[in-house]
Nanobody, 123 residues
Framework: QLVESGGGSVQAGGSLRLSCAVS????????MAWFRQIPGKGREGVAN???????RYADSVQGRFTISRDNDNNTLYLVMNSLKPEGTAMYYC???????????????????WGKGTQVTVSS
């Protein structure tokens, strides 16, 4: 089970930290990612983190967002700085076992998903 938290409303330029708590299995050797979705659109890959620590980011968030994991607490994080109004979306965490998703930003590459947490950025 994946449970996201940490969403909320923030003004442009502000920051939020999202968490994704995983239960039922260890995240130590998983490929994990954050996606976001606005109504009427498909899920957009935001960031991906391999079990070896390799991180990948969408161009739109590079330099502002940081993905990380705490294997001891079985939790994935996304720190979002300098938020923009176009960052308003439902944010989801996703998990894939065994093999690296290629390309990483395709939602169908991840079998397991949380229910999401809403982020709203006002101008």
């Amino acid at each position: 089970q994946l449970v996201e938290s940490g969403g909320g409303s923030v003004q442009a330029g502000g920051s939020l930290r999202l968490s994704c708590a995983v239960s039922g299995y260890s995240i130590s050797f998983l490929y994990m990612a954050w996606f976001r979705q606005i109504p009427g659109k498909g899920r957009e890959g935001v960031a991906n983190l391999g079990w070896d620590g390799t991180a990948r980011y969408a161009d739109s968030v590079q330099g502002r967002f940081t993905i990380s994991r705490d294997n001891d607490n079985n939790t994935l994080y996304l720190v979002m700085n300098s938020l923009k109004p176009e960052g308003t979306a439902m944010y989801y965490c996703a998990v894939r076992k065994y093999t690296h998703p290629d390309p990483w930003a395709i939602a169908s590459k991840y079998p397991s998903w949380g229910k999401g947490t809403q982020v709203t950025v006002s101008s």
